[in-house]
């Protein structure tokens, strides 16, 4: 349950004739100077066990991307900190915009892509991250991702 974007809002196709620039499934990196992962925003559906996901995108620094690449695929890796980044993907069920919201990368085992913690603030996403949605919601999310027309 769960839906996800293919790059970081910020990608542009021609980046990738740029020596500079490369986009993975996980890892991307603009003209050597900007950095991001992929991870996931899980929220937990109201009266199930299952969650449902966001696949987004993250900036983080030089540094934390560096340190993030050195343990990828190294086990025990989800004992490193949590790296800070900004959100970078637009969510368009939401309002205001999800673009450039400070979250908290969480590294899990290999395998598994981050978990992405956004900071406990009042925009509708970091509240429905807290307390979880109902399934009414997951279908209007479905709705709005599928006919983007529409407001969920």
Same mark, same amino acid.
């Given at each position: 349950?769960?839906?996800?974007?293919?790059?970081?809002?910020?990608?542009?196709?021609?980046?990738?004739?740029?020596?500079?620039?490369?986009?993975?499934?996980?890892?991307? #990196?603009?003209?050597? %100077?900007?950095? *991001?992962? !992929?991870?996931?925003?899980?929220?937990?559906?109201? /009266? &199930? @066990?299952?969650?449902?996901?966001?696949?987004?995108? #993250?900036?983080?620094? %030089?540094?934390? *991307?560096? !340190?993030?690449?050195?343990?990828?695929?190294?086990? /025990? &890796? @989800?004992?490193?900190?949590?790296?800070?980044?900004?959100?970078?993907?637009?969510?368009?069920?939401?309002?205001?915009?999800?673009?450039?919201?400070?979250?908290?990368?969480?590294?899990?085992?290999?395998?598994?892509?981050?978990?992405?913690?956004?900071?406990?603030?009042?925009?509708?996403?970091?509240?429905?991250?807290?307390?979880?949605?109902?399934?009414?919601?997951?279908?209007?999310?479905?709705?709005?991702?599928?006919?983007?027309?529409?407001?969920?």
């Amino acid at each position: 349950m769960g839906y996800s974007t293919m790059a970081p809002d910020v990608w542009h196709p021609g980046f990738a004739d740029d020596p500079d620039s490369m986009l993975s499934s996980d890892q991307c #990196v603009i003209k050597g %100077r900007h950095y *991001f992962i !992929r991870g996931q925003i899980e929220i937990p559906v109201i /009266g &199930r @066990e299952e969650l449902f996901s966001w696949g987004v995108w #993250v900036s983080l620094s %030089r540094d934390s *991307f560096a !340190r993030a690449l050195d343990s990828w695929n190294t086990p /025990g &890796r @989800e004992t490193e900190k949590p790296y800070f980044g900004w959100l970078t993907t637009e969510l368009n069920s939401y309002s205001p915009s999800t673009l450039n919201l400070k979250t908290h990368a969480h590294t899990r085992p290999v395998g598994q892509r981050p978990l992405i913690e956004l900071e406990p603030t009042d925009h509708p996403l970091a509240v429905e991250q807290r307390t979880g949605i109902t399934q009414d919601r997951v279908r209007k999310i479905a709705e709005a991702v599928l006919h983007p027309g529409d407001n969920a």
